[in-house]
């Protein structure tokens, strides 16, 4: 313990590369902590069915926002000593990974947990009360999930087709994140239309307002001209402020596992929400890990570089004699020192870090959230390379969880909340949703922009009923009496249940009909089977208890309207069943049928799987930083006398063109780059 607060001490350095790392992941988070707050907050507008403020303040100011407090400490705190740690074990500084909520989980787990709980509890203080304790049961689900996976399960990830982990996540971002957070800049076009717009001109454009060499966060900025032109048009209210400031005093962490416990069985009818999300956030924490291809390209040359190093130091001239390059000339001083720049230099841009350790933590991270009060989960940022390239070491993560667990004990969120509007929040939170659907589309070929759309609808249909539900009810509060009832609505209301598992089924069946992986298609309808049978996706209870007749709220009600009758839970389970039949029968077929194309087998359809490897080769390398950059030191100290023996040669033919040796030794380092990459994934 005294060992590790020493080298914590030692290790905390704060740079200003750091504080505009700070200045930006502190406004990533509040900006997602704002707006969902603002959603559960909305909760308290519903005329005879609204949550009393009374209620809504002890349960945000009281538990959620302590909850967030001591998750992002404790997150942070551990990601700077990480960091730490891994400076001193390597020789090299590393930059913290930022640490934050999971934007997209947090407004699932709102709109599609404590809302749909809400309306049909006949909303009121019970209703919220409820929904929150289901919320906390599926974030603590949720971070079971990652945490298994971090250990054991990291399979699914190499079996599941990256776009149906990817598109479900989009489908959130779209709607949830996108078409609700905008509409309320919309209704309040002067403010809103502003910060829209200025989302673009900082993260797109480019454009940073500033003085001298410092320019504002994208978020900040955006904030900065939202205030002002919300006091300016009367869009803030000073009455606002001034209840809010009632709410500054301590609140202090609450143990919430019992009241969590309480309601645990509930959960069972939101399953086909939890399980997508959990596996999501573990693809999550991957990609940050590897935030693109080219990252992993490094990682190649800098395994490639440290297998050479080491074959020359244990084979001597056996190298230089299966090379293309002269052997008088294969190690010269010059080479040597651009191939250890080489090293600094792709090195120095990235940090490989522990990949299992990163998505275990995340996962602990989300459970001790629920524990403490919070809904939300967290999880590491994609921000990593920026902050590195900024220069910031570990100090902006250790100072945003400080922050953050001052702010959110002692009731400062809530004043923050008071002095900023919807309307400036709402595009801030737009741009994540804008950037994980770019990071979806960048990431999956274009054959499969088809089911990538396809595979949003879930989450627009579900946002759909969602705005549809705050709509007047019934008088028992079981339905919206202005919805169509109909057979439209009812496709709506099917794909809404389990929303975000029944893209991930969509879409993992659409992949492989595109790509014409006909047993993989049967394999994924007969799993969406197996999620419809016990009535996870598609009817709005699970179980077996309304198997065989409808059971929509339009069916259920005080003053019942017509069912519809052919969209029962058996329905939708023997729908898939013919699925899987029909791809049976194309498999069969396409073996003596030549006009069925053959399959589509490319890297594309195993890039999580290379993503996980490609990491692991990544913290190999980087357990080896320190040896690689003594043996390229000590080769060129070597041959420093052999470089200034031949400079002061006086018959001197030609001058070696270390240039054009080094692209040589490049061109020899790609040829059996396949196969040192193979050996270096097969001993990760």
Request: charged share 15%.
């Given at each position: 313990v005294v060992k590790f607060f020493q080298d914590f001490k030692g290790g905390l350095s704060m740079t200003g590369g750091d504080c505009g790392a700070l200045s930006q992941l502190f406004f990533d988070n509040l900006s997602?902590?704002?707006?969902?707050?603002?959603?559960?907050?909305?909760?308290?507008?519903?005329?005879?069915?609204?949550?009393?403020?009374?209620?809504?303040?002890?349960?945000?100011w009281g538990k959620i926002a302590p909850g967030v407090g001591i998750t992002l400490f404790l997150g942070n705190v551990y990601y700077s000593w990480q960091a730490i740690r891994l400076t001193n074990e390597h020789g090299r500084q590393y930059t913290a990974q930022p640490y934050g909520l999971n934007t997209p989980a947090a407004f699932s787990f709102v709109f599609n947990i404590i809302y749909a709980v809400f309306f049909e509890e006949g909303g009121g203080d019970a209703g919220f009360i409820k929904g929150y304790k289901v919320a906390l049961a599926a974030n603590f689900i949720t971070?079971?999930?990652?945490?298994?996976?971090?250990?054991?399960?990291t399979q699914i990830l190499k079996v599941v087709p990256p776009a149906a982990l990817l598109v479900p996540i989009a489908g959130i971002g779209f709607a949830f994140l996108g078409l609700e957070q905008v509409s309320y800049s919309i209704a309040a076009p002067i403010v809103g239309y502003s910060t829209i717009m200025w989302v673009y001109l900082g993260w797109y454009s480019g454009v940073r307002v500033g003085w001298g060499e410092y320019r504002c966060p994208q978020a900040l900025q955006v904030i900065i001209i939202g205030v002002i032109?919300?006091?300016?048009?009367?869009?803030?209210?000073?009455?606002?402020?001034?209840?809010?400031?009632?709410?500054?005093?301590?609140?202090?962490?609450?143990?919430?596992?019992?009241?969590?416990?309480?309601?645990?069985?509930?959960?069972?009818?939101?399953?086909?929400?939890?399980?997508?999300?959990?596996?999501?956030?573990?693809?999550?924490?991957?990609?940050?890990?590897?935030?693109?291809?080219?990252?992993?390209?490094?990682?190649?040359?800098?395994?490639?570089?440290l297998i050479y190093f080491h074959s020359i130091s244990a084979s001597g001239p056996s190298i230089r004699k299966r090379s293309r390059v002269s052997p008088a000339n294969f190690i010269w001083p010059a080479p040597c020192v651009q191939i250890s720049n080489l090293f600094l230099l792709v090195f120095a841009r990235r940090d490989p870090f522990p990949v299992r350790e990163t998505m275990i933590v995340d996962g602990l991270g989300t459970c001790i959230a629920s524990l403490m009060g919070s809904p939300l989960g967290t999880v590491?940022?994609?921000?990593?390379?920026?902050?590195?390239?900024?220069?910031?070491?570990?100090?902006?993560?250790?100072?945003?969880?400080?922050?953050?667990?001052?702010?959110?004990?002692?009731?400062?969120?809530?004043?923050?909340?008071?002095?900023?509007?919807?309307?400036?929040?709402?595009?801030?939170?737009?741009?994540?949703?804008?950037?994980?659907?770019?990071?979806?589309?960048?990431?999956?070929?274009?054959?499969?922009?088809?089911?990538?759309?396809?595979?949003?609808?879930?989450?627009?249909?579900?946002?759909t009923a969602n705005v549809s539900g705050r709509a007047p009810l019934t008088d028992d509060g079981t339905y919206n009496t202005n919805t169509p009832g109909g057979p439209g609505w009812i496709g709506v209301l099917a794909w809404k249940r389990g929303s975000l598992l029944v893209s991930m089924l969509w879409v993992a069946i659409l992949v492989q009909v595109i790509d014409r992986q006909w047993k993989l298609a049967t394999i994924w309808s007969l799993i969406a089977a197996a999620f419809a049978v016990f009535g996870i996706i598609h009817v709005p209870e699970a179980g077996?208890?309304?198997?065989?007749?409808?059971?929509?709220?339009?069916?259920?009600?005080?003053?019942?309207?017509?069912?519809?009758?052919?969209?029962?839970?058996?329905?939708?389970?023997?729908?898939?069943?013919?699925?899987?039949?029909?791809?049976?029968?194309?498999?069969?077929?396409?073996?003596?049928?030549?006009?069925?194309?053959?399959?589509?087998?490319?890297?594309?359809?195993h890039a999580f799987d290379d993503w996980y490897k490609d990491a692991k080769v990544a913290s190999i390398v980087g357990r080896n930083s320190k040896s690689i950059s003594f043996?390229?030191?000590?080769?060129v100290k070597e041959k420093k006398t052999e470089e200034e023996s031949i400079k002061?040669?006086?018959k001197k033919e030609e001058t070696p063109d270390y240039d054009a040796q080094f692209e040589t030794f490049m061109d020899l380092m790609k040829e059996p780059s396949t196969k040192v990459v193979a050996l270096a994934k097969e001993e990760a």
């Open positions: 997602t902590l704002l707006g969902t707050l603002y959603v559960i907050q909305a909760l308290g507008s519903f005329g005879d069915i609204s949550v009393s403020k009374e209620v809504l303040d002890e349960y945000i971070g079971l999930i990652l945490t298994f996976l971090g250990c054991f399960g032109l919300g006091w300016a048009t009367g869009l803030s209210k000073p009455a606002d402020v001034e209840g809010a400031a009632k709410l500054v005093k301590w609140w202090g962490p609450v143990f919430t596992g019992g009241e969590m416990f309480a309601d645990f069985g509930l959960i069972a009818d939101y399953l086909g929400i939890v399980i997508p999300i959990g596996i999501s956030a573990a693809a999550t924490t991957l990609m940050c890990l590897g935030k693109s291809e080219n990252i992993f390209h490094s990682a190649r040359i800098t395994s490639e570089v590491v940022y994609i921000g990593h390379p920026a902050h590195k390239a900024s220069g910031a070491k570990v100090g902006y993560s250790f100072a945003n969880g400080i922050i953050y667990i001052i702010m959110s004990w002692v009731g400062l969120l809530a004043l923050i909340q008071s002095l900023v509007n919807q309307a400036t929040i709402g595009p801030i939170v737009l741009m994540v949703g804008l950037m994980i659907n770019q990071e979806c589309l960048d990431f999956m070929p274009s054959r499969h922009y088809a089911a990538y759309i396809v595979g949003l609808f879930p989450c627009v249909y579900d946002w077996f208890e309304n198997f065989a007749k409808p059971f929509w709220e339009q069916c259920t009600g005080p003053d019942p309207v017509a069912c519809w009758e052919f969209a029962e839970q058996w329905m939708f389970f023997v729908s898939y069943l013919v699925l899987a039949a029909t791809f049976v029968l194309i498999g069969i077929a396409a073996k003596t049928d030549k006009t069925i194309e053959e399959p589509v087998d490319d890297e594309t359809r043996m390229a030191e000590k080769l002061n040669q006086e």
